[in-house]
């Protein structure tokens, strides 16, 4: 299977120290390779999406792994507003957050979600569910080439 020459970008919407070293630490040993860029909330996110401020020369993201409970702009409303954005809304999104709330998933697929993921306190699962991530949406699924 042919790669692209570049490193793929993942945008890590997280703000839980923790769950963000754990997917770093998970896609470390991935095959495909990638750079991590990472948010800590909402209103950040949404700037380096728009290229606002320090973000002005940033890499659009292949994926977006977004947490749902987000201090500043909540997850949801970040999903939103990617989705209704022209130039961001075929930009894969994996959710990926605590909540195994059925409120929160049939709204996440109501807002044109990817994918819905409920992350595991069990550090292999976890790890298990990253490598996944990336076998599937770096390794085996074509994306769409970003330009906003």
């Avoid at 390779?33 to 209103?43: E, K, L, N, Q, Y």
């Avoid at 409920?118 to 996944?132: C, D, E, M, P, T």
């Amino acid at each position: 299977m042919a790669m692209d020459a570049r490193p793929k970008t993942i945008f890590l919407v997280e703000d839980n120290r923790g769950d963000i070293r754990l997917i770093q630490e998970a896609l470390k040993s991935t095959a495909v390779p990638c750079d991590i860029v990472i948010a800590r909330d909402g209103m950040e996110a949404m700037a380096y999406l728009y290229r606002q401020g320090q973000y002005a020369r940033a890499t659009p993201p292949d994926l977006i792994l977004l947490d749902l409970n987000l201090p500043k702009k909540d997850g949801r409303e970040v999903l939103a507003e990617i989705k209704a954005n022209e130039a961001l809304k075929h930009i894969p999104i994996i959710v990926l957050t605590t909540s195994r709330n059925e409120e929160d998933i049939c709204k996440s697929y109501d807002l044109h979600v990817n994918c819905y993921i409920s992350k595991s306190r069990n550090l292999a699962q976890l790890f298990k569910i990253v490598q996944g991530i990336e076998a599937f949406w770096l390794e085996t699924a074509t994306l769409p080439s970003i330009n906003p």
